[in-house]
């Protein structure tokens, strides 16, 4: 919605088609850049196989770092204990742009 009370659809100006033009490009290429970034990450775990680190000309370039994540199974949670799931769920509304 825009500032105007109770509307809901505007005409964009050039200026606004234009930040459209370049929202939908940048969309893409990030969308490309993860699915090079998922693609060279595969080729070095290949090439590192069971090695901890990788080198370039005996110099130490890439190294496999172990570390751990952890989370709340909100199912679970949900499931096994309601009231505690229901006292601590946070609910965050936010907006964002689609593109048609």
């Known amino acids: 919605m825009s500032e105007e009370t ?24 990030k969308k490309a850049a993860e699915e090079a970034m998922r693609n060279a990450e595969k080729a070095l775990r290949e090439a590192l196989g069971n090695a901890v680190t990788g080198k370039v000309n005996g110099i130490p370039a890439v190294k496999v770092v172990a570390s751990q994540n952890s989370h709340i199974n909100k199912e679970v949670l949900a499931t096994e204990y309601p009231e505690i799931f229901a006292q601590t769920l946070v609910t965050t509304p936010y907006t964002y742009l689609k593109t048609m």
């Open 6 to 29: 109770n509307v809901t659809e505007v005409e964009l100006d050039i200026k606004a088609v234009v930040a459209l033009d370049a929202f939908v490009e940048a969309k893409k290429a």
